[in-house]
């Protein structure tokens, strides 16, 4: 992590051609503020009341808020360059 306290930590992932496990689902306990630095992404949200999922597809500079139990996992990332994320756990 780039820096942390004990009500937020900031972090910076990089990916190369990554995707969550199909099973792999997050569900975190913070919410989570991402911005996509360089790269491309998809990730999927789980809609349990509706019995699918949602994607959504980022691209450089494109930020999101993941709330706290929301259960998502990253579907696709650019496999011939780096995906740089940085991620703001509160």
Do not use: M
Not at 1 to 26: F, M
Not at 35 to 56: H, M, P, Q, S
Not at 63 to 70: E, F, M, V
């Amino acid at each position: 992590s780039l820096d942390q306290s004990s009500a937020v930590k900031i972090e910076r992932i990089i990916s190369h051609g990554h995707a969550s496990p199909a099973s792999g689902w997050y569900d975190q306990e913070e919410n989570e503020w991402i911005i996509l630095l360089k790269g491309r992404a998809i990730i999927c949200f789980e809609d349990t009341n509706l019995r699918k999922t949602k994607e959504i597809k980022l691209e450089t500079g494109c930020y999101l808020n993941i709330p706290a139990h929301s259960r998502h996992r990253v579907k696709w990332t650019e496999p011939d360059t780096e995906t740089i994320w940085l991620a703001v756990y509160y």
